[in-house]
């Protein structure tokens, strides 16, 4: 039976979160929920979807280069947006990360995720080797 690795940055806040930022199974990754904090804790991009989707990616990639993987063996992401009005804000960005969108996706709508300045929150699935 293969062993469970947690998977943490060496940032500030993820020695205080309580929690892994992400765990590696086998050749599996599973990312926490990412939402927009720089790695001091600091909310990024208070009220721009853009720039706080820019940071929970450039989140998930830095728990996923942890085992070694990319963006590119991502093969699952569950999304939660605030306001669905915003929705093409978040995607237009998610588009970047994923040009060839060869990922399996949700998007989840919730009134309010655990701090209200977040806008956005994303948790992956990757499994190592998955992007070429």
């Given at each position: 039976?293969t062993?469970?690795q947690?998977?943490?940055p060496?940032w500030?806040?993820?020695?205080k ?8 199974v ?16 600091r ?8 720039v ?13 280069a942890?085992?070694?993987a ?7 992401i569950?999304?939660y947006?605030t306001?669905m009005?915003?929705?093409?804000e ?6 970047e ?36």
């Open positions: 039976m062993k469970k947690a998977l943490n060496a500030p806040r993820a020695a979160s309580g929690f892994a930022m992400g765990m590696r086998g050749d599996t990754i599973y990312v926490s929920g990412q939402v927009s904090l720089d790695p001091d804790g909310t990024v991009g208070v009220g721009d979807m853009t706080q989707a820019r940071q929970v990616f450039a989140n998930i990639e830095a728990v996923l942890e085992a070694d990319t963006m590119a063996d991502v093969v699952k569950t999304t947006v306001d009005a915003r929705y093409a978040y995607n237009a960005v998610r588009a990360v994923f040009p060839d969108a060869l990922i399996a996706s949700a998007t989840v709508t919730s009134p309010r995720l655990v701090k209200p300045e977040y806008l956005v929150e994303v948790e992956a699935i990757a499994v190592i080797g998955a992007g070429g």
